[in-house]
Each structure stands twice: as C-alpha cells, then as structure tokens.
C-alpha cells in the first residue's frame, strides 16, 4: 500500500520560495503521476500541478510562473517549490498520485507565510 | 476554467438519513467528476471516479451519476462515519478543478 509524506518548513516569509518535498512508500514513483494540491479556507481546495517520471509536468495556469515540480528517483521523492509567496499561499499542502485523480494522498502539510 | 458548484453547501440529517449532494459544472466534462470525502484533520478521500465507479473499500451506500454537467452524490443510509465534507471535482479538462464543499453534520 502505496504512503505519501510531505516535509519541509512550516513557516515561509513572504517573497521567498515554498520547497516541500513528498516522500513516497510502498511504491515506485516510477510509475503514475504525482501531484500537489493546497487547502485554504479562502479559496478551497487548489489544484497545483502534477510530474510524471518522465519529466512531464501540468501546472495550475493560475500559478504556473511560480511553480516547479521535479522528482528525485534515487530518493523516490517528489518535490514543489512555489516562489515568490505571500500570505494568499498560506495553506495546508498535500503531495498526491495520480494526475486527474486522487487515490492516495499525504497527511498535509501547513504552510504559513508570514515575517 | 471549469467552474464546479455544489449544493446545498451544508446539510443536517440523522443516522438512516438518505442523503443526495448535487454538482454542476459550467460546462460540459463527460463523465470526468470525482468525488472526495474529508473529515477534519485529516486529506480527502477518493470515493468515487468517473462519476459513478465506486473506489475500492468504498462501502455501497455510496453512489454516484450524473454526466455533461450535472451529478449527484447519493448515500443511501447515512451512517455516524458518514458526517464529514464531500466535495467534487471535475478531471476533464485542466486546470482541475474542486467544488466548494458539502459539510454533513448530525441533526
């Protein structure tokens, strides 16, 4: 059974970069899709993009100057970076598989931008 | 963008309840809507996909229909593990987007 667990700082100042990385068991990222969506009360639920291990990505076009998904299959790790945040990119940040679909996620991360 | 809308954004019922969460798109995406249970704390849960095929582990009661732009959730007895957020999300054409929640709370 496939498990997700994303890592990083809780606490990013604004206009500097988000870096999470999601850490994936029990399979190889390899193969399927992997994405990245954000949860905030002011917007909902935020599709950010997603990387297959091909290198292939598809970013939100909402975010898309300010993202970059890569991974890292020595490590089986998949990574987002968000720069020049401010505090509307405060939120809980979940690494996921699948590109149009979800059928396993992470425990979600909170991410605060604040000085 | 596809716009999703859910309503009603919140519902009471009680345990027995049947209980029907709608969805519309602002235009057409097929088949292509998914369904996510959320309880406090914790990531959404994939229900169903393709707007009627239940996900493994998913207990019957659940159901899903609907294609174009409209679709329902439906659950046919509510039970206590039942009462959490359902929100939708359509995969048919990108950006994906999500619905803006159905909290379902104990009468």
């Known amino acids: 059974q496939v498990q997700l667990q994303e890592s990083g700082p809780g606490l990013v100042k604004p206009s500097e970069t988000l870096s999470l990385t999601c850490t994936v068991s029990?399979?190889?990222?390899?193969?399927?899709?992997w994405s990245w969506i954000r949860q905030s009360p002011g917007k909902g639920l935020e599709w950010i993009g997603y990387?297959?291990?091909?290198?292939?990505?598809n970013y939100n076009p909402s975010l898309k100057s300010r993202v970059t998904i890569l991974t890292d299959m020595s490590k089986n790790q998949f990574s987002l970076k968000l720069s020049s945040v401010t505090a509307a990119d405060t939120a809980v940040y979940y690494c996921?598989?699948?590109?149009?679909?979800?059928?396993?996620w992470g425990q979600g991360i909170l991410v605060t931008v604040s000085s | 963008d596809i716009q999703v809308t859910q309503s009603p954004s919140s519902l009471s019922a009680s345990v027995g309840d049947r209980v029907t969460i709608t969805c519309r798109a602002s235009?057409?995406?097929?088949?292509?809507l998914n369904w996510y249970q959320q309880k406090p704390g914790k990531a959404p849960k994939l229900l169903m996909n393709?707007?009627?095929s239940l996900q493994s582990g998913v207990p019957s009661r659940f159901s899903g229909r609907g294609s174009g732009t409209d679709f329902t959730l439906t659950i046919s007895s509510l039970q206590p593990e039942d009462f959490a957020t359902y929100y939708c999300?359509?995969?048919?054409?990108?950006?994906?987007?999500f619905g803006q929640g159905t909290k379902v709370e104990i009468k």
């Open positions: 029990g399979g190889s990222i390899s193969t399927y899709y």
């Open positions: 990387i297959y291990s091909s290198g292939t990505t």
């Open positions: 393709v707007a009627s």
């Open positions: 996921a598989r699948g590109s149009g679909d979800y059928n396993a």
């Open positions: 999300q359509q995969s048919y054409s990108s950006p994906w987007t």
């Open positions: 235009q057409s995406v097929s088949t292509y």
